[in-house]
């Protein structure tokens, strides 16, 4: 999907969800190993992007790496593809959404204008 859109997916076996965010441009699966319960063995699925609230705080984020060294071949045919990798979110990403244009001048981060 596109850069800065926001994702859920919630696991068949134990029921609990996740939120992503793409940092980049490019492709995420319709489904994933559980990421929400340690542990659990369960598949999550996607809500493609619209069951999901676009203000909520991201878990994980999807990303174009800057270099394929360290994965597979098969994950290095993937992104040359455009899919993208997952990790754990990043607290910059974390602050970007607190500080979106939307949310900013409720923080206090802009000053009103005159």
């Not at 360290?70 to 754990?88: A, C, N, P, Q, T």
């Amino acid at each position: 999907m596109a850069k800065g859109e926001k994702n859920s997916y919630t696991c068949q076996v134990c029921g609990k969800s996740i939120v992503t965010i793409d940092i980049d441009d490019g492709v995420t699966p319709f489904m994933l190993a559980c990421r929400a319960t340690p542990g659990c063995a369960g598949i999550m699925r996607s809500g493609f992007y619209v069951a999901v609230d676009q203000s909520a705080e991201p878990d994980y984020e999807w990303f174009m790496p800057n270099s394929f060294k360290g994965y597979s071949r098969e994950m290095v045919e993937h992104l040359k593809k455009g899919g993208l990798d997952i990790r754990k979110a990043a607290e910059h990403c974390v602050q970007a959404t607190r500080l979106s244009p939307s949310n900013s001048q409720a923080l206090g981060d802009n000053p009103p204008s005159a």
